[in-house]
């Protein structure tokens, strides 16, 4: 599959630009927030908590619910919304993100918000916590998946590769790396910051079984996610994003990756972008 | 104390299930008995400290008790961001063993060297810092480890120290009156005990006057009302640390202080510790301590000064 001439432009249906349309919530409620690094993961989270994923939004501790950490953090809003879409906590709480008595900051805090299973922003801490998660499932012979999902700016950091090798070790088949792949990072692209390439084989070596997918693809996502593992490897899944993903002005834009102050004619495009 | 420290945390799993044991790439042979019994609790991970305190914290997660064990300095200076929020901000269980507090790794140089270990985790929301004297202690403070509900830091002295707690009754959070005297204390946490011990004793041989040493084996939380007590009271107090003063165990007595008002505060106080520097000396660890003063005759000699300038 050759993913860089894949075309990742496909209309968003409704139910993406519903889950978007909350996000700008945070975003405008809020002024400010990770506007390209929350996009890019829309569909992932889509797929995972409407069609994967085991959860308990009345009783969110729930021992036998399915783990999800966002390690990068600074997607959060993606996160908050489709929290808020399945009932862990009113939505109306959207619009107050990083107001000062908000539950919903610039990044996710696991004691302030129904879902939330580990605080992040500091990136490289989600892959080692959600590996201690899995090993910890082991040993109490509980039959849930741990889901860490890491930005690609993120995996510079050591911490990631190190919790990959334990990882790999231990043949955690119960731990599940997904990759946003959008590719750019604060500064710029990630081939001219920090060049991943050749990431699946990188991956691979560090002892995954690893897929690739476009990761707006709502029917690829739901393939992957359904079908059965053929090892008992730890998985990674690289998912082919766009930073920004559905407004044109802000994909792969590395000046949308956080923004804050919007302006009315901002405003008004933004919400533009995903009437239906 | 190294040896009694991990020999009480399998005397803890042999009770307690869900205590977990994660070692990162330490000596051969470590545990052996707790890994042989207990193989699905025992992990003896690589070189990859960042990566096994977030391990610890996922466990921790999992309702398990982790402790963590490598040297101080990598537990202290790498991880600090995962001890930070893995650990601290998260507040979960997960004790964290460090190896080699202060000076123990003399030979091995600064990068082995923990001088600023208790002034880095004292700052700190959620850690409480056990820095027992001698292996009667550790062990009875590394049995209350399964009551705490937060993260701990435990700074593991020396090996072989002169066991002087025995017949005392250990207990996070408390100080122990070693030796007591009213007016004048040696305030000491760690192996200084031992030290200013020996001061106190030289001190009553040449100058028959009596003076205190008071155990801090739980740098955080101080006993404060053991601390108040003395700071009521007591008219002299040297703290001594084998840590750089700064934001150490004395910086935190003077913090203490500073909460209370002028008419309280009866205690003219010293403190006492490593010279702020990278040390330039190996040898060993007595050597070294010599080297910063902190050895029994410098203590009595600085004691009786103290006492001498309020006489005289």
New interface residues.
């Given amino acids: 599959m050759n993913l860089e001439k894949q075309s990742y432009s496909a209309k968003l249906d409704k139910r993406s630009k519903y889950l978007r349309s909350l996000v700008l919530e945070c975003l405008i409620g809020g002024d400010r927030g990770h506007m390209g690094s929350a996009m890019s993961l829309i569909e992932i989270l889509r797929v995972l908590y409407d069609d994967i994923l085991n959860y308990y939004p009345k009783n969110p501790k729930n021992e036998d619910r399915d783990r999800l950490i966002l390690s990068k953090g600074h997607g959060c809003l993606a996160l908050y919304a489709i929290l808020a879409d399945k009932g862990f906590f009113p939505k109306k709480i959207l619009k107050t993100s990083s107001k000062f008595n908000s539950i919903l900051g610039g990044h996710p805090e696991f004691d302030k918000v129904p879902g939330i299973e580990a605080s992040t922003g500091a990136l490289g801490h989600g892959a080692p916590i959600g590996l201690g998660i899995a090993l910890g499932a082991r040993i109490n012979k509980k039959k849930f998946n741990t889901f860490v999902i890491v930005g690609d700016g993120e995996i510079n950091e050591g911490s990631f590769w190190e919790a990959s090798m334990i990882a790999s070790k231990h043949k955690l088949e119960n731990f599940h790396i997904i990759i946003d792949y959008n590719k750019i990072q604060s500064y710029g692209k990630t081939k001219d910051v920090l060049d991943l390439e050749p990431l699946k084989q990188k991956l691979q070596s560090f002892g995954y079984e690893v897929d690739e997918i476009n990761g707006h693809n709502i029917s690829q996502l739901k393939t992957y996610f359904k079908k059965n593992k053929k090892s008992k490897k730890p998985s990674a899944l690289i998912c082919h994003t766009i930073k920004g993903k559905g407004f044109y002005f802000a994909e792969q834009n590395p000046f949308w990756h956080h923004k804050n102050f919007f302006t009315d004619k901002e405003k008004k495009q933004l919400k533009e972008c995903i009437k239906n | 104390m190294r040896k009694t420290c991990l020999e009480t945390v399998f005397e803890l799993a042999k009770t307690n299930k869900k205590v977990?044991f994660i070692g990162s790439d330490l000596g051969p042979g470590v545990l052996d008995n707790f890994k042989k019994k207990f193989p699905?609790?025992f992990?003896m991970?690589?070189v990859?400290e960042?990566?096994?305190?977030?391990?610890?914290?996922?466990?921790?997660?999992?309702?398990?008790r982790?402790y963590v064990n490598t040297i101080a300095t990598f537990i202290t200076r790498r991880c600090f961001?995962?001890v930070v929020?893995?650990l601290c901000?998260?507040n979960l269980p997960v004790t964290l063993i460090g190896n080699g507090g202060g000076m123990v790794y003399a030979p091995l140089g600064p990068t082995h060297q923990a001088i600023e270990d208790i002034s880095i985790m004292r700052t700190l929301p959620n850690l409480t810092i056990i820095s027992p004297c001698d292996a009667h202690d550790m062990k009875n403070l590394v049995l209350q480890t399964t009551k705490i509900k937060g993260p701990i830091y435990i700074r593991i002295a020396r090996g072989g120290e002169k066991v002087v707690t025995e017949g005392f009754k250990s207990k996070i959070g408390k100080a122990l009156v070693l030796k007591k005297s009213t007016k004048y204390n040696f305030l000491t946490t760690g192996i200084t005990a031992q030290i200013a011990l020996d001061a106190a004793s030289k001190i009553k041989k040449k100058y028959k006057i009596d003076v205190g040493v008071i155990h801090f084996s739980t740098i955080k939380p101080l006993d404060k009302v053991l601390l108040k007590k003395i700071i009521v009271n007591c008219k002299k107090l040297i703290t001594v640390e084998e840590n750089v003063v700064e934001g150490g165990f004395g910086s935190s007595i003077l913090e203490f202080c500073a909460t209370m008002n002028n008419q309280e505060r009866k205690s003219d106080i010293k403190i006492l510790g490593l010279k702020s520097s990278f040390s330039n000396k190996y040898g060993t660890q007595d050597q070294i301590l010599k080297y910063n003063n902190l050895q029994d005759d410098f203590l009595c000699k600085k004691m009786y000064k103290l006492i001498s300038d309020d006489k005289f």
Avoid: N, W, Y
């Avoid at chain 2, 960042?50 to 398990?64: E, N, R, T, V």
């Fill in positions: 977990v699905d609790r992990f991970e690589g990859a960042q990566a096994i305190i977030g391990m610890s914290a996922g466990l921790a997660m999992q309702k398990f982790p961001e995962q929020i893995d901000l998260h």
